[in-house]
């Protein structure tokens, strides 16, 4: 009778059990098919072993034929091979990789901005056996950045264009040291917003010129010790009135460096390399390389070669090594006419 009655208890407790082990089986599910991301999770071949709905949903396929494939079956190479490698940093380190702003192809063509997220998975001795990733799309939100960028940027070609009415002699100078910095940052692999920050930096690099009395800065021939020290003067005024507002990235420091040198022969406050942020060196050589290559009101242009020599002759002692090194090679992929002569640099 007591042995019926703990067998009957037994029975209960499994069916108890089983039916708990259903519910969240099924709440797991759940979540899996109705989340709007992107959820996966792979071996430690990298290998999809199983997706959610919205995953398969991407490529027009069901969750099961998704299994076994790898990124390569999905995505361009290049950001398949991306993909490959952050997995495999998870699965040797055991680290998670959290946030990770990507930009992706789509199989139609159309470019997404997702934020993914990677964890490694363990059994139960904690080893790790493969990795679950979460995607999620934030194109509106990437679209919604770049408009007010877009916005930030266009003002500040306003603000650029009354320095070029004021002073028509450097007329899309600004913008040609732009695209010149542009050119070397991405060849330093700086990412997409840190090249858009050096491009604002760049676009109101010499604004404090707007203070600067025309006949100084439109003198033809040569400059007195006061006209040059007034004209200088210009990166303490642009700093003064970029200093006082709040900007998410070193643009008022930036400005206020790009005079200065390696050495310490720049100005206005001389500045050793340690202090110079790398910014402001791309700015420098940015400017050299755009104001010897344009005519100026005292003097015809020195030409790319002169350029050239002077940022070879200065390297690592006025100039960035490495900076200098992409600018020239962007410089000579493009030779004979400086690059950013050949880009429409008036809108
Ligand atoms: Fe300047
Ligand atoms: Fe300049």
């Not at 028509?168 to 010149?180: A, K, L, N, Q």
């Not at 007195?224 to 420091?253: G, Y």
Request: net charge positive; hydrophobic share 35%.
């Amino acid at each position: 009778m007591k042995a019926k009655k703990s067998k009957t208890k037994c029975k209960s407790y499994y069916k108890k059990l089983k039916e708990s082990f259903a519910l969240e089986k099924e709440l797991f599910q759940n979540l899996l098919d109705n989340l709007p991301d992107a959820i996966y999770f792979k071996d430690t071949k990298n290998r999809l072993v199983r997706v959610n709905r919205f995953y398969a949903e991407g490529f027009n396929l069901n969750p099961e034929e998704i299994t076994g494939k790898t990124d390569f079956d999905f995505f361009p190479k290049e950001q398949a091979q991306r993909m490959f490698e952050d997995d495999t940093r998870v699965l040797k380190t055991g680290e998670p990789i959290i946030g990770k702003i990507e930009r992706t192809l789509l199989p139609n063509g159309t470019q997404n901005c997702v934020t993914t997220t990677k964890i490694p998975v363990k059994n139960r001795k904690g080893q790790v056996i493969g990795t679950m990733g979460i995607t999620r799309d934030i194109t509106v939100y990437d679209q919604l950045e770049k408009n007010r960028l877009d916005m930030v940027m266009n003002s500040l070609k306003v603000l650029d264009r009354v320095l070029e009415v004021k002073d028509p002699y450097t007329f899309g100078h600004t913008r040609r040291v732009s695209i010149i910095a542009e050119g070397i940052a991405k060849g330093l692999g700086w990412d997409e917003n840190r090249v858009l920050e050096l491009k604002m930096s760049a676009e109101l690099h010499d604004i404090g010129k707007i203070l600067i009395p025309l006949e100084i800065l439109n003198k033809p021939g040569k400059l007195t010790e006061l006209e040059i020290r007034m004209i200088r003067e210009h990166v303490e005024m642009c700093h003064d009135m970029l200093k006082r507002h709040t900007f998410p990235f070193p643009l008022p420091e930036a400005i206020y460096q790009h005079h200065e040198r390696l050495d310490g022969t720049g100005y206005p406050r001389g500045l050793s390399a340690k202090r110079i942020i790398p910014e402001a060196r791309i700015l420098a050589v940015s400017d050299v390389l755009e104001a010897m290559t344009f005519h100026r009101p005292y003097r015809a242009a020195l030409g790319l070669k002169k350029a050239i020599k002077e940022l070879e002759d200065n390297a690592g002692s006025k100039y960035d090594q490495d900076i200098v090194k992409i600018a020239i090679k962007i410089t000579r992929e493009k030779a004979p006419t400086p690059f950013w002569l050949n880009q429409d640099s008036t809108v």
